[in-house]
């Protein structure tokens, strides 16, 4: 079990100690948390390359102490060639989940750090572009130690990954899947950290770095185009958020599920569970997931389609939801569900500015394409779009497509800010929820609200069941009061599961001490500036 670190001026949260290191490392050269973490971003992106890169999406939130969160839409939309009638005329009934034809979308990721880094230059932030690359960079050219899951995952997914351009070449050895603490080099990836660096971050999308990009996406034949880069902006848009009885929670609007986790806590709310790890605790909150996600379902898509979503979150709304659970029945499932992959980001520095930041490329090394002049690993977000033009998020030139990803916050009433998050497609809202009713509503320390045995209802990444999973160390009298209640119930043979995601969180005091922990399911820290 990991233990809750303590600090004072600042600190860094990553699943990958090298990502928490160097983001930590920028703190204690006088940078703020938001410089922080482009450091950590871009680390995580070289170290952790099977959860995530800098040819995926990024979805902010930064609170300046005494404002309300601003959110960073960084996602992208489908390329100017990907139409439902040029996929089926691929002989496509859904959209690949590997290969060119899965690089849908553009990847948003990098337009996120341009915006945050302008936003933090205008509050002062002193620490240039090439600083805050440097360890990337180096870490790139050097070579990374291959971590569990990346070899694991590798091996599982090696005859699809295989077959996308690219991937061979780097993430491979001899044709075959690498071993723990083999080493991969990424030089083509250190030099296109290298241009952003000197250039700019908007190089990725309208300069040398992009007229690369768009040249081998166009030779693989993805959809992308020069042209849908240069129009791709990250923006500025409000959160959404929930007023629980001692806090406001923050997180992310569509096309993320943010509205999902948010619903869950809303609706644990008013189910009125007094004590944790127990029967009602669990029920609780996976009766409160299933009304979440068939709200979701039905209602998150492209921003520009979706309307009004904060309706769902109202106080009548939420009783509404509530008092539509069974708290002795389990209500039927499955309902559709999704994939992904991704990495959760957190840092607060001594000043009380707090970030919670979220990267993914959705499926384990996105399409698996690997962009042979620049080494970067395209995503697949746009697989979750459908081929049905009347489905809720159906395929279009520009659409943005449905998000499993959201970083959250809280801001309690006693002056504690909360940034905490995880990785894992449909279970991060309830590892979300988990972990915060563990902390804030039944007093468990940090560490041990992330470390506590989780449950996943429906699919996440490296798995297509949609039953109740559940870690072995839960309670077997839990366990047998859950299956009585009518769940579809699998206890897996993992104590700390990789399926159940990487969560972590930090947690700042009016006083200024910082609390945070790291999920062991993950080879991630908790770093003190």
Known sequence: MSETVVGEKGMVVAPHRAAAEAG?????????????????????????????????????????????????????????????????????????????????????????????????????????????????????????????????????????????PGFSDVFLKDGEAPALGDIIHQPRLAETLDQLAHAGFSDFYRGDVAQVIADDLDRMGAPVTREDLARHEARFRSPLSVRLADANVYNAPPPTQGLASLIILGVFERLGIKRGETFEHVHGLVEATKRAFMIRDRAVTDPLFAGDVSVHLSPRALEREAAAVDMKRALPWPQVAQKGDTVWLGAIDSNGLAVSYIQSIFFEFGSGCVLPQTG???????????????????????????????????????????????MGGEGQPQTQGAVFTRYARFGMDLAAAIDAPRWLLGRTWGSDATNLRLENRLDPDLVLALQRAGHDVEVIDEAYSDVMGHAGAIVRRKDGRLFGAADPRSDGAAVPA
């Open 24 to 164: 930590a490392e920028i703190l204690r050269a006088g940078g703020n948390a938001i410089e922080a973490m482009i450091a950590t971003a871009a680390t995580i992106a070289v170290v952790y390359p099977h959860m995530n890169a800098i040819g995926g999406d990024g979805f902010w939130l930064i609170r300046e102490p005494g404002k309300e969160p601003r959110y960073i839409e960084a996602c992208g939309g489908a390329g100017s060639k990907a139409s439902i009638r040029a996929y089926h005329d691929k002989g496509h009934d859904r959209i690949p989940v590997r290969g060119p034809d899965a690089a849908v979308t553009v990847a948003g990721a990098v337009s996120g750090w341009d915006l945050a880094f302008q936003l933090s230059q205008s509050l002062g932030g002193a620490i240039d572009r090439r600083t805050l690359l440097a360890d990337a960079i180096a870490r790139a050219k050097a070579g990374i130690a291959v971590t569990r899951s990346q070899a694991h995952l590798t091996k599982v997914h090696r005859d699809a990954l295989a077959a996308a």
């Open 376 to 422: 970067i690993t395209w995503q697949n977000r746009g697989s979750s779009f459908s081929l049905d033009p009347g489905a809720v998020n159906p395929l279009e030139p520009g659409r943005k497509p449905f998000h499993t990803l959201n970083p959250a916050m809280a801001r309690f009433d006693d002056g504690r800010i909360m940034s905490y998050g995880t």
